[in-house]
């Protein structure tokens, strides 16, 4: 049982430790991002798609406009939206495609990564890095993380959203209530 709460706490410090190195300003900027956002289409592969689809849901509780990339309610986006986008290791040829499109279109982008000069990064309007380990960076020197391939970098993703969705809650002026209100009852 040692091993488990051994393990527990150190992933925990890892994830802590990418979380507590997010830039203060990027984190502000990201947060009035998403509050200014008309409509706010959110997309990533794999767990990290799975994290962005997290903070849809969460951002939907919020009262935000919220939509997942690919589900056939996801509405275009245009002069005023903003695609939130993550690739965590810097290049990743559809979401790359997806931030070209809406680019193309007017809205705004952000890159959510921890590789911010990688193709997909660069494409994007706006860059928000989080350091932390990927599938990109999970071998080699100076790999010292007890988690597996990107689970820093998933775990980090979850606790920022977290934190973003409190930053966004005290902004716009929405209180628990209201979002559980949003909950849906077909469960």
């Known amino acids: ?4 709460a051994s393990n527990a706490s150190r992933a925990a410090s890892e ?9 203060p300003a990027a984190f502000d900027r990201l947060v009035t991002a998403l509050a200014n956002a008309r409509r706010i289409a959110l997309t990533g592969a794999g767990r990290e ?20 990339v690919g589900e056939m309610t996801c509405p275009p986006l245009g002069p005023g939206d903003l695609l939130f986008a993550s690739a965590g290791p810097g290049d990743l040829s559809t979401i790359t495609a997806l931030v070209d499109t809406a680019n193309r279109a007017g809205a705004d982008t952000v890159c959510l990564t921890a590789q911010p000069e990688g ?3 660069r494409a994007a ?9 990927t599938m990109a960076s999970d071998r080699g020197a100076g790999v010292s993380t007890i988690l597996p391939m990107g ?23 929405a209180d628990s209530e209201a979002m559980r209100s949003r909950h849906t009852n077909l469960e």
């Open 1 to 4: 049982m040692s091993d488990l």
């Open 15 to 23: 994830i802590a430790q990418a979380t507590a190195a997010v830039d």
């Open 49 to 68: 798609g799975l994290m962005m689809r997290a903070l849809a849901m969460r951002l939907y509780h919020l009262g935000l406009d919220a939509h997942v």
């Open 119 to 121: 193709p997909t990064s």
């Open 125 to 133: 309007g706006a860059i928000f890095h989080l350091p932390a380990q």
């Open 151 to 173: 689970s820093v970098f998933e775990g980090a993703m979850f606790l920022v959203f977290e934190l973003v969705v409190l930053a966004l809650r005290d902004r716009i002026g």
